[in-house]
């Protein structure tokens, strides 16, 4: 499985608007490859920073996804996320599946989960992965 690791730098002024447009990434849901997504805040010491963790089959149906989908979800949201964040860091890392949940549960802990950041993907096995990463 690949995990998509995604920190934001987030003025405090600038959280709501970050929470609603990230709303905007349910599209995600029905996919191919796209297994879920979940996510929250965290106070660090540079300020608030919005966690992600987007979860993909494998590397060709992330690839797949950043070719042909990726541009077309940003474009629907009219790129209202891009102001409003400072920075961004994303790193992809191959996990083997039956590790995925303790690093997500681990990841999870040390956030403020943001429930409407979290998108299933319809398919039982790695939504049942995403609630638990949620707790």
Not at 31 to 39: A, E, L, R, S
Not at 66 to 92: P, W
């Amino acid at each position: 499985m690949i995990v998509k690791w995604i920190t934001c730098s987030v003025e405090p002024d600038m959280r709501p608007a970050f929470s609603q447009a990230q709303e905007g990434w349910r599209s995600l849901r029905g996919v191919d490859g796209f297994c879920g997504q979940v996510g929250g805040w965290k106070k660090e010491q540079q300020g608030w920073q919005a966690h992600l963790a987007g979860l993909w089959r494998d590397q060709e149906s992330y690839r797949a996804f950043m070719e042909r989908t990726h541009d077309a979800i940003t474009a629907v949201n009219r790129n209202r996320q891009a102001g409003t964040y400072a920075k961004i860091s994303v790193t992809l890392e191959e996990v083997p599946d039956q590790q995925v949940a303790a690093r997500l549960l681990r990841w999870c802990s040390e956030l403020s989960y943001e429930p409407r950041w979290t998108v299933q993907s319809g398919v039982a096995r790695w939504d049942s992965l995403i609630e638990l990463g949620s707790h």
